[in-house]
C-alpha cells in the first residue's frame, strides 16, 4: 500500500475513532464474501459497520484519537465492527457467530474499557436499548392509565349517587 494511501485510511479510522464508542473485533477467517456481505447489510440496519483495516495502520489510528486497549486485541487477520449501541451489536453478532460457526469474536472496547469475548457474549445477553425504552414507556402509560381512572372514579359515584337521589325525589 502506497504511503499516501496509508495516510488516508489512518485518518479514516481516527475520525472512526472519534465518532463511535463501541467497538468490536472479530476473526473473520472463513466465512465467505456472501456471508461478510450479509453481516455488513445486517449491521447496517443497526446502524454499525464491518471494516477490515491492517492492524497496525489501525492501532496508529487508535492512538491518535487516544482510544485505549486495541494493542491487546488486534492481532491475526480482524475485522473492527464499530457503532454506538453496544447490545445490540453483540446480540447480532454472537447470533452470526453461532449460526456461521466461523465468526469468531476476539474482544471489544468500549468507552475505553477493554472487554474480552466472554464479556461481549455477556452483553449480548442484556436487554437492548429499544426494549429498555418499550418497558419504560409501557411502565409509565400503565401508570398513566390507572392515575386516570382513580381520577374519574370518584366523580363518576357521585354522579350515581346524584343520579339516584334525583330519580328518588321523582317518586
Known sequence: ??????????????????DYTCFIVARYQGL??????SLRRSLKKDGANFKIVKNSLSK???????????????FGPVGI?????????AKKLVSFAKTT????IVGGVIDNHVYTNL???????????EQIRGGIVGSISGVASSLIRVIQTP?????RVCSSYSSSRKE
Open 101 to 104: 460457526g466461523k465468526l469468531q
Open 81 to 89: 465492527i464499530y457503532a454506538n449501541e453496544p447490545v445490540s451489536i
Open 32 to 37: 465467505t464474501v456472501a456471508q461478510i456481505t
Open 155 to 159: 366523580g363518576a359515584q357521585i354522579a
Open 1 to 18: 500500500m502506497l504511503k499516501s494511501k496509508k495516510a488516508i485510511v489512518i485518518e479514516e479510522m481516527s475520525q472512526v475513532y472519534v
Open 119 to 129: 464479556q461481549i457474549v455477556e452483553l449480548s445477553k442484556l436487554a437492548s436499548m
Open 60 to 74: 496508529i489510528a487508535a492512538s491518535n484519537s487516544n482510544k485505549k486497549g486495541f494493542d491487546d486485541i488486534l
